[in-house]
């Protein structure tokens, strides 16, 4: 419990302190006019109370990842308590900092264009591909499982493809209307219903006494062999730590901001808030069955299905209302994930062929072929697709990093802030490339040294390009 405990109080001591820190190199202010006020549309650049943009930003980038992600990454032992609160406090929340800021600054810029400012064109249009398929594929994997769950729930009377047309609906309504209408009114409610969710798991947690287990370092996975906490743990914990999906969120978010001094409670403030969430659910994963080791047991007999294991937490542990939370966690939650995704997708296309979406008809031309290509994607199998993105996910963190990087080496400020997390992220992407089993499935031996030296070369790239002939 002291550990538990610990990590919580330095998640918000990374807050108050750090967060003060990382505002004041990037140097925010609040005289400055913010693209929310400049450019304002009325669809996508839309000037919303910070408290209203924080819950919207903390629902987009959590929805999921902060529940299942910690309770899978719970399977390793305390040690992911270690990775949660240190990699978000050094890494995630400045990520999601800078990548809302830096778009601020750019006038809403998506964060494809951002990385293609400072790493070249060939990035960009890498990037271009690279993220929009991401995004598709989030929301259309954000149709199917929500889809599944309600109708079982209703028996299936109605369809798996009834539900899917449902959201799909939903999702077509939700990116193409004014960004204040659907997700500027309902989706503080859902962020605020999240946020009451873990906390209410943590009372029952504490209530009933749950014996949470203190820090080791040691790997407590039952096939600790093949699942090495380095780097697999990194990659199974994103949201909480750190997440690159993040970073086609903040501009959004960037688009909505009145005053550059909100940025630090809304990027910074939001990751740590996802953290809290992730340390909760890490921390109920390890004790409700006992201890680590039958977490590992239950998961294995239900072939690592981390929404059953969520729907019996909150109903055991709250009853009644652990059913409505459940639902909401299972069913919601991806679902505003899914949307936002799609409403990302349309951004990005709109910021690559240079359309302006206040007219309805440019918004749909876009629409049209995002959410024909998801509702293609809706009728592969995604078990082996969807193996990779969590690998994507956390390679798109690194590129960014590196790009914020590259932004605070051209602007003279302190820039180790970000080159120390990305080049640890650099050897995670890396070496469980060439470690899982989706990847190379080479040796510890081999993949660790092989990982460090295309880390080793990045940084001899980074510093020969962008400190030596700058």
Known sequence: MITFIVSILLLFGGYWFYSRLVDKIFGSNSQNVTPAISQSDGVDYVALPWTKIFLIQFLNIAGLGPIFGAIAGAMWGPVAFLWIVFGNILAGAVHDYFSGMISLRHQGASITEIVGTYMGKAMKQIMRVFVVIMMIMVGAVFV?????????ISSGQLGISFWATLIFIYYIAATLL?????????????????????????????????????LTLTNMHENAEKFPIFPLMF???ACGAISGFHATQSPMMA????????????????????GLVALIWAAVGMSFWGGVSQLNAIMAAHNGNAAWAVNEITVQLLGTVGSVLAL??????PITSGDTAFRSARLIV?????????????????SFFLFLGGFLLTQINFDIIWRYMAWANQTLATIVLWTITIFLVRQKKFFFITLIPAVFMTAVVT???????????????????FGMIITAILCIWFIFKHLIRK
């Open 144 to 152: 199917t499982g929500p889809a599944k769950i309600l109708d079982g």
């Open 178 to 214: 004014p960004i204040d209408k659907i997700i500027g009114r309902f989706y503080p409610i859902f962020g605020f219903a999240l946020i009451f969710m873990a906390v209410s798991v943590l009372g029952a947690m504490i209530w009933n006494g749950l014996p949470i287990p203190e």
């Open 235 to 237: 990659i199974t914990i």
């Open 255 to 274: 688009r909505c901001i009145s005053n550059e001094k909100y940025g630090r409670r809304v990027f910074y403030g939001a990751m740590v808030v996802e």
């Open 328 to 333: 909401l966690g299972v069913v919601a939650a």
């Open 350 to 366: 709109a910021d690559v062929i240079k359309i302006p979406q206040k007219s309805i008809k440019n918004r749909l031309i876009i």
């Open 431 to 449: 070496t469980y490339l060439l470690i899982a089993p989706e990847g190379f499935s080479l040796n510890k031996t081999t993949s660790y040294t």
